[in-house]
């Protein structure tokens, strides 16, 4: 007995758009605002943040806050993230500490030197952070160090 071909296609053209709309960073949205509930201010970093990178980077943009609040891997499994973005989010962890110091730097030179496409995704998204974090205030010492270390998320290449 045979698998009739029409609902082969059905099932394979459904699953597809389960991947496809799992990948959409509108779940990544509504996730990092259930993890980050009534934090407004961060809610509004995040949407800054996602707004300045790519539509590719935006899943990663959006929840590179979540370990801030112990999110585990459950909490993002229902946002359909590749292992790449995963591994960037974990890697991200730690970027946008409150009191910028040694540990950020060395924390940036990891970022910076991480290679592939979670390297890639990382340095978009920290840079789109850190310039995000420094509208409003002059880059000196320190500041600038970072974000020669990062790329300009506005000229972030979509690999």
């Known amino acids: ?22 990948r959409h ?33 935006r899943r990663v943009a959006w929840l590179h806050h979540a370990w801030d609040v112990a999110a585990g891997p459950q909490d993002l499994a229902s946002v359909g993230l590749t292992p790449s973005e995963r591994a960037a989010i974990e890697l991200l962890a730690e970027v946008d500490l409150p009191t910028p110091g040694c540990k950020e730097l060395q924390h940036l030179y990891a970022i910076a030197r991480e290679p592939g496409g ?3 995704i990382a340095r978009v998204v920290a840079g789109a952070s850190l310039w995000e974090r420094l509208a409003h205030a002059p880059a000196a010492g320190e500041d600038q160090t970072r974000l020669r270390l990062l790329t300009d998320p506005r000229f972030a290449i979509c690999r």
């Open 25 to 57: 960073p509108t779940l990544a949205r509504g996730a990092a605002e259930g993890i980050h509930r009534g934090n407004h201010d961060l809610l509004d970093h995040l949407r800054r943040v996602a707004h300045a990178v790519p539509p590719r980077f």
């Open 118 to 120: 979670t390297g890639h």
């Open 1 to 22: 007995m045979s698998i009739d071909p029409v609902l082969e296609r059905a099932v394979l053209a459904e699953m597809a758009f389960r991947s496809r709309r799992a």
